[in-house]
């Protein structure tokens, strides 16, 4: 069993960065391959990005390659988002995520979080 706990989420402007959180706590966080996703009003949740156990590999959609980042502490439980050049169509509840592997994640993971709000105001 693994609880999340994301945090960092808010209100910026567009063109803005926010760094999100996610602390894990229960057992094992190092074996999960961790991940985020995104739900905007109206729409369904969607696949941001993954990472590996070990972080030497990540995963990323297409709306957000070269604007967003994901990387992880096993040290201290936490995986991280850091999200650069926001546009308003960002905005959504973002939700990390854990899973045994990669396919696993992408297709809905095993572990969630209560999400976080991100408003991007343009």
């Known amino acids: 069993q693994v609880q999340l706990v994301e945090s960092g989420g808010g209100l910026v402007q567009a063109g803005g960065s926010l760094r999100l959180s996610c602390a894990a706590s229960g057992r094992s966080f190092s074996t999960y391959v961790m991940g985020w996703f995104r739900q905007a009003p109206g729409k369904d949740r969607e696949f941001v990005l993954g990472i590996s156990v070990s972080g030497g590999r990540t995963y990323y959609a297409d709306s957000v390659k070269g604007r967003f980042t994901i990387s992880r502490d096993n040290a201290k439980n936490t995986v991280y988002l850091q999200m650069n050049s926001l546009k308003p169509e960002d905005t959504a509840v973002y939700y990390c995520?854990?899973?045994?592997?990669?396919?696993?994640?992408?297709?809905?993971?095993?572990?969630w979080g209560q999400g976080t709000q991100v408003t991007v105001s343009s």
């Open positions: 995520a854990a899973a045994l592997n990669i396919p696993r994640l992408k297709t809905g993971g095993d572990y």
